[in-house]
Each structure stands twice: as C-alpha cells, then as structure tokens.
C-alpha cells in the first residue's frame, strides 16, 4: 500500500481499520482489522501502589505534544527488549502530517531536561487511537500511559484502542473484545468530540489521582 494520505488514514480509523508496516526497513504498509481488539477501558486501568506513588511523586514532568517526532522517533528505536520496531519512515511521515493537522497527540515523560519516554496515537472523536510507547528509564512509559487515561477521562473520551493488547498492556487491564463490539464502540465514540489538549497536566492528574483513591 502505497500513496497513504493523512486523510485517508483518518477515514480508516473511522472504519476501525489500521495500517502498520512489517519492519522498519519495510517501505510497503498494511491494513490491519483484528477479529479480536484490544482496547483498555478507560474505567478499568489498574495501576499499582507503587507506580501510583512514582506518578504523585512528580519524578517525572508530563509534557503534551512538545516534541512529538521525537516521540515517534524513540518508539522506532531497536531496544534489547524489543530489537525490531514496525514503525518505518512512511509511518512518521503520515503521522507526523496528523500532528501538523491536530489529530495525533504525544505524552511525554521528561526528567532532568531530557526526554526518556513517552507515547503517541490518534484523536478522533471521543475515540484515541494508541499506536505505541518507550522507555529509557524505568516507569518512563507506564507513568505517560497513566497520564493518558487520566487526559482521556478528564475530557470525557469514550473509547481507548490498544489495537493487540500485549503482556504489557495486560497487567494495566486491557482486554480483547470482538470486532462487532469494537465497532459499535467506536461508532458511538465517533459521535463526540471532546478536545485532548483541555486542561492543565496537574489538573488531569489529580482529578484522575483524587477519584481512583476514592474507590481503591
């Protein structure tokens, strides 16, 4: 598949259809729309003491969209625990143009100056769309996925897409559901348009912070 525009991948995303490359070196992307979704119920994120207590303890500064390449640059980054990537120089083209556009979004853990993790995905509607996170220090990414739902549900969004859920993904509580469920969740989500960017990181956080405490 080659040609992909920026709009395009939009209208797939509404269709519940995502592209992804077989390697970084691949030049060729491909559609992908799994049976089985993975999604991450923005109710029922699991997050351990301790790495609650590591996101109130502020070691790490959330930033939003402030270096969004460089997001994307480190999720395409060959690591000793995930040696190869499917994220390929079409993939940061096409998302960079959604960022450009307002659609993709970046969060960002920064320490010390530094970028040492973070995630990216897609808004559309009251629908993110997670495409995919790093780390280069540890609790780097799970304190951005953190902040993400807590952004998600600070603005009322109605749906998380995981895509595949992972080992990872799992221990936070996501899940697979069938692509009939999926697409009905989407199709609702599709109907709202809340803003991503709305409010300040400590406000998203400690509301997010404030209710999950109420209820563990």
């Known amino acids: 598949m080659t040609g992909l525009t920026a709009q395009l991948l939009l209208r797939a995303y509404a269709a519940g259809i995502f ?25 029922g994120l699991h997050v351990p003491r301790r790495l609650r207590r590591t996101v109130r303890s502020g070691r790490f500064e959330i930033r939003i969209d402030s270096d969004f390449d460089a997001v994307i640059q480190g999720c395409a980054e060959s690591t000793d625990i995930r040696p190869k990537t499917w994220i390929n120089s079409e993939i940061m083209r096409l998302y960079s143009t959604l960022f450009d556009l307002g659609f993709a979004h970046s969060v960002e853990s920064w320490h010390n100056d530094r970028l040492v993790g ?3 995905g897609v808004a559309l ?15 780097a990414s799970k ?3 953190v902040h993400l739902v807590a952004r998600l549900r600070y603005n009322r969004f109605m749906l998380l897409d995981t895509q595949f859920v992972t080992t990872h993904l799992s221990q936070f509580g996501a899940m697979e559901i069938p692509r009939s469920t999926y697409r009905n969740q989407l199709a609702k989500a599709l109907q709202y348009t809340p803003d991503f960017t709305n409010g300040s990181e400590g406000e998203v956080i400690d509301a997010y912070l404030q209710s999950i405490t109420q209820i563990s």
Do not use: C, H, N
């Open 143 to 145: 304190v951005a996925l």
């Open 118 to 120: 973070g995630l990216y």
């Open 19 to 43: 592209p992804m490359a077989e390697s970084a070196e691949s030049e060729e992307l491909y559609w992908f729309d799994p049976e089985q979704r993975g999604i991450l119920p923005l109710d």
């Open 125 to 139: 509607g009251g629908a993110f769309f997670g495409e995919s996170m790093f780390s280069r220090q540890t609790d």
